[in-house]
């Protein structure tokens, strides 16, 4: 229940491609999805982040789109770049509870 | 830089030895969290600290000690660690968790057990 799943497990995409990443979910609580990137000798970094009441967020080339009936959510990576490798973490919380349930991670290679 | 920091970067102890991890944030924040990172494995929470206190405990072994003497510093102490405990450990913070769970990470402590 508390669990977040994340595929894949690892990403190669060619420069100028679209990454995709997708997770899901069980609770129906949940209620803030956060995409996080992290660069290896670093901590993560919040990249984006969604509420359910909207199925689409977009920011420059990341965009998130949310289905809330499959309980399921993704980053999309539009026009990748090599400046884009690194991995990339999905979570969920709930509001008012200081808990992220995080993925497995993704690791994403973006060759030239 | 994120505004939180975490020292050392790296530590090698041996499984008899006692040493700690440091973690001090300057984002004016009132929580702030231990995260251990294991290879192909989610990112697992250890403890939440919230205005000082303790709220979260996730099963953590005994040998794991954290310590919050004020809101921008944390701490955790180590004893009779194991190898299976080697591992990256994440400190982070956010402003109020019962408002938004936006976290910032520090850099990680690499810590082997030999």
């Known amino acids: 229940q508390q669990q977040v799943k994340q595929s894949p497990q690892s990403l190669i995409v060619q420069k100028g491609g679209i990454s995709i990443i997708n997770c899901a979910y069980e609770n129906t609580a949940f209620d803030y999805f956060p995409w996080y990137q992290q660069f290896p000798g670093k901590g993560p970094a919040l990249l984006i982040a969604?509420?359910?009441?909207?199925s689409e967020k977009k920011e420059g080339r990341f965009t998130i789109s949310f289905n809330k009936s499959a309980k399921q959510f993704s980053l999309h990576i539009m026009d990748s770049q090599p400046g884009d490798s690194a991995t990339y973490f999905c979570a969920a919380s709930i509001r008012g509870r200081d808990k992220l349930i995080f993925g497995t991670g993704t690791r994403l290679q973006v060759f030239p | 830089e994120t505004g939180v920091t975490q020292t050392p970067r790296h530590l090698v102890m041996g499984m008899t030895n006692k040493k700690s991890l440091k973690c001090e944030q300057h984002?004016?924040?009132?929580?702030m969290y231990w995260y251990k990172q294991s290879a192909k494995k989610p990112l697992e929470l250890m403890f939440v600290?919230?205005?000082?206190?303790?709220?979260e405990n996730n099963s953590v072994p005994s040998r794991f000690s954290p310590e919050c003497p004020n809101s921008s510093h944390l701490f955790l102490h180590l004893h009779t660690l194991q190898p299976e405990d080697s591992a990256l450990y994440l400190c982070?913070?956010?402003?109020?968790?019962?408002?938004?769970?936006?976290?910032?990470f520090g850099q990680g402590t690499r810590l082997t057990v030999v």
């Open positions: 969604i509420r359910p009441d909207v």
């Open positions: 982070a913070s956010s402003q109020d968790p019962r408002v938004e769970t936006e976290a910032f």
């Open positions: 984002l004016g924040h009132n929580a």
């Open positions: 600290y919230n205005f000082k206190e303790q709220t």
